[in-house]
């Protein structure tokens, strides 16, 4: 079962995302991260790829994608705030 990260727990899973250029939105619990790429392409692949990821969790991004940058925001809307599926799927994100 899918939870809200707990106190304890925020730290040593959002702090190497933190680290990694993630950050907390305004007003939400959720992450968000800007992507930069040296086109659309790669851009585009790049979503291909992460969104695999995503169907195969069953664990979606909130995203949108303006020509070589793609913004992602990550929040888990079935408990409404950062679960631990957010951080594996942030996690995902910087490695691919
Ligand atoms: C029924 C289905 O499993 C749920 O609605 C899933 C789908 N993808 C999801 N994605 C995200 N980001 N948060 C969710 O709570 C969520 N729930």
Redesign the pocket.
């Known amino acids: 079962m899918t939870e809200k990260l707990s106190d304890a727990t925020r730290g040593p899973l959002l702090d190497p995302l933190f680290s990694a250029g993630w950050q907390v939105v305004d007003g939400r619990d959720a992450i968000t991260k800007t992507y930069k790429f040296d086109s659309f392409v790669d851009a585009f692949g790049w979503m291909t790829r992460a969104a695999i990821w995503a169907e195969k969790w069953?664990?979606?991004?909130e995203w949108s994608n303006v020509y070589n940058s793609v913004t992602v925001t990550?929040?888990?809307?079935?408990?409404g705030g950062i679960s631990a599926l957010d951080a594996k799927l942030a996690r995902k994100m910087e490695s691919l």
């Open positions: 069953d664990h979606h991004p990550l929040t888990t809307h079935d408990v």
